[in-house]
T-cell receptor, first 113, second 118 residues
């Protein structure tokens, strides 16, 4: 069964550094998402992406965050200048159409020291 | 604003016992979708079920069953004859998804950790 793949599985970075989290959504899916889960807490929506542009974003998704689909397969989340509170598990997801279930990747655990 | 509440933070059962996970939601929309996801210790989020707001039929899939009651805004999940492999955190989620371009933006509950002991 097709799946969403995320790399790396774990990223450690120093405060103030830029990080790029990478995702390969399921190939025939049209909608892409980033969610995050701070350790032990609920999963929170960050951003949705459709037709090569951001369709919706949350309050968490401030100027430090950006997303890109640089080619036909990858979907990336960039954090420009990481803060300690950005430490979390970041999940990429995709859905086939607008109201179909989200399929999540295995997540990237980001640790900011 | 939409909200999902999972009042039970942790449930511990012995194998073969049934366990029911509660989920209560709030939304002002008449059209919405409800989901359950499983997060095993390995950390991934596994899709279990989606219901739309117009379909109140209960659903059974193997040992899993779901009870959707619009009158009480609840979408409860029962695992029958639990097994050790069912140990995980289970999340209920709500999507209003009224704007097509926004896709399925999910609001998650806080999750319920289920521990099944042998």
């Amino acid at each position: 069964e097709p799946e969403v793949t995320q790399t790396p599985s774990h990223q450690v970075t120093q405060m103030g550094q830029e990080v790029i989290l990478r995702c390969v959504p399921i190939s025939n899916h049209l909608y892409f998402y980033w969610y995050r889960q701070i350790l032990g807490q609920k999963v929170e929506f960050l951003v949705s992406f459709y037709n090569n542009e951001i369709s919706e974003k949350s309050e968490i998704f401030d100027d430090q965050f950006s997303v890109e689909r640089p080619d036909g397969s990858n979907f990336t989340l960039k954090i420009r200048s990481t803060k300690l509170e950005d430490s979390a598990m970041y999940f990429c997801a995709s859905s086939e159409v607008w109201n179909s279930p989200l399929h999540f990747g295995n997540g990237t655990r980001l640790t900011v020291t | 604003a939409q909200k999902v509440t999972q009042a039970q933070t942790e449930i511990s059962v012995v194998e073969k016992e049934d366990v029911t996970l509660d989920c209560v939601y709030e939304t002002r929309d008449t059209t919405y979708y409800l989901f359950w996801y499983k997060q095993p210790p390995s950390g991934e989020l596994v899709f279990l079920i989606r219901r739309n707001s117009f379909d109140e039929q209960n659903e059974i899939s193997g040992r899993y069953s779901w009870n959707f009651q619009k009158s009480t805004s609840s979408f409860n999940f029962t695992i029958t004859a639990s097994q050790v492999v069912d140990s995980a955190v289970y999340f209920c989620a709500l999507s209003e998804a009224m704007i097509k371009a926004a896709g399925n933006k999910l609001t998650f509950g806080g999750g319920t950790r289920v521990l099944v002991k042998p």
